[in-house]
């Protein structure tokens, strides 16, 4: 079965710099690849979604890429700031009825 | 756009107790909606999959009789944790799509049993 792998420790970045998450995936590629913020005690929050036949894309500082000969996302925050401290998680399609399977997420911490 | 509203967003509740969560599409009319559930520091585990009009399609292992799913327009669903006991407590998320697009979420609701 499919299985998501993102770092279960979190990630301090200094204020300013580039954050990079990372999301591998073990089996079959899937159409699509989805990043969500989540905040504590709130539900996650869509920023990005991807396709298989993508290898880039942007919105405002985000970027995410997508390898699947690697099976791997890379998720971007450039100019991080402290408000972008969050728990960040991976989503692919599981089937066509647009099921999604979940990386447990990473906490990403912004220092000022 | 994309708004989804989940309600309550806490409960506290005796054990024995039958509790009901609702979640509604506020601007769109969502064609699918999806219950999960969250333990601290882990992934969404699906629930179940609700189409409108239709029966929940049940995740393996969660029980249909003990968390039903009604999901009666195209913009509310509703889940009800019957005969709530303390291993039923955990972080309730709703979430809900149209055709091709992503799914929105809820913000969730906190269920404590005692």
């Known amino acids: 079965s499919q299985k998501i792998e993102q770092n279960s420790e979190a990630l301090n970045i200094q204020e300013g710099k580039t954050a990079t998450l990372t999301c591998n995936y073990t089996?079959?590629?899937?159409?699509?690849l989805q990043w969500y913020r989540q905040d504590p005690g709130r539900g996650p929050v869509f920023l990005l979604l991807?396709?298989?036949n993508e290898k880039e894309k942007r919105k405002e500082r985000l970027k995410v890429t997508f390898d699947t000969t690697l099976k791997q996302s890379l998720f971007h925050i450039t100019a991080s700031q402290p408000a972008d401290s969050a728990t960040y998680l991976c989503?692919?399609?599981?089937?066509?009825?647009?099921?999604?399977?979940w990386g447990a997420g990473t906490k990403l911490i912004i220092k000022p | 756009g994309a708004v989804v509203s989940q309600h309550p967003s806490r409960v506290i509740c005796k054990s024995g107790t039958s509790v009901k969560i609702e979640c509604r599409s506020l601007?769109?009319?969502?064609?699918?909606m999806f219950w999960y559930r969250q333990f601290p520091k882990q992934s969404l585990m699906l629930m179940a999959t609700?189409?409108?009009?239709?029966?929940?399609?049940?995740e393996q292992g969660v029980e249909k009789d003990k968390f039903l799913i009604n999901h009666a327009s195209l913009t509310l669903s509703t889940l009800t944790v019957t005969s709530a006991h303390p291993e039923d407590s955990s972080f309730y998320i709703c979430?809900?799509?149209?055709?091709?697009?992503?799914?929105?979420f809820g913000d969730g609701t906190r269920l404590s049993i005692l």
């Open positions: 989503a692919l399609d599981k089937d066509s009825n647009y099921q999604l399977i």
């Open positions: 609700s189409n409108e009009g239709s029966k929940a399609t049940y």
């Open positions: 601007d769109f009319q969502a064609t699918t």
């Open positions: 991807i396709r298989e």
């Open positions: 979430s809900a799509r149209m055709s091709n697009q992503p799914q929105h």
């Open positions: 089996n079959y590629s899937p159409a699509y």
